[in-house]
């Protein structure tokens, strides 16, 4: 059975930092490019981050640049997303998805990040 579950949001101030974390199991975790996504409110959802299976290859979306690192533990079959210096505008319900094209795509319920200014 598959299961992807974050976990690490909360509340933070401006300037603040937290650490998502995305534990996985009932797949080969190394085979997939994991992801994180937000939805702020009344927002359209975004891609976050993005990190390939072997950790070797990373994107970020231009206004996390600097801010946010994408990481990933194949032996533990976690992926992680360290904010920092965060901002209100950061402010979302961050996802993880586990992506390996067609079918093969996973997600999480989400965790809910607040930045308060």
């Known amino acids: 059975q598959v299961q992807v579950v974050e976990s690490g949001g909360g509340l933070v101030q401006a300037g603040g930092s937290l650490r998502l974390s995305c534990s996985t199991s009932?797949?080969?975790?190394?085979?997939?490019?994991m992801r994180w996504f937000r939805q702020g409110p009344e927002k359209e959802p975004e891609m976050v981050a993005r990190?390939?299976?072997?950790?070797?290859?990373?994107t970020y979306m231009e206004s996390v640049k600097g801010r946010f690192t994408i990481s990933r533990d194949n032996a533990i079959d976690t992926a992680y997303l360290q904010m920092n210096n965060l901002k209100p505008e950061d402010t979302a319900l961050y996802y993880c998805?586990?992506?390996?094209?067609?079918?093969?795509?996973?997600w999480g319920q989400g965790t809910q990040v607040t930045v308060s200014s």
């Open positions: 990190i390939s299976g072997g950790g070797n290859s990373k």
């Open positions: 009932g797949f080969t975790f190394a085979n997939y490019e």
């Open positions: 998805n586990a992506h390996a094209g067609g079918q093969y795509d996973y």
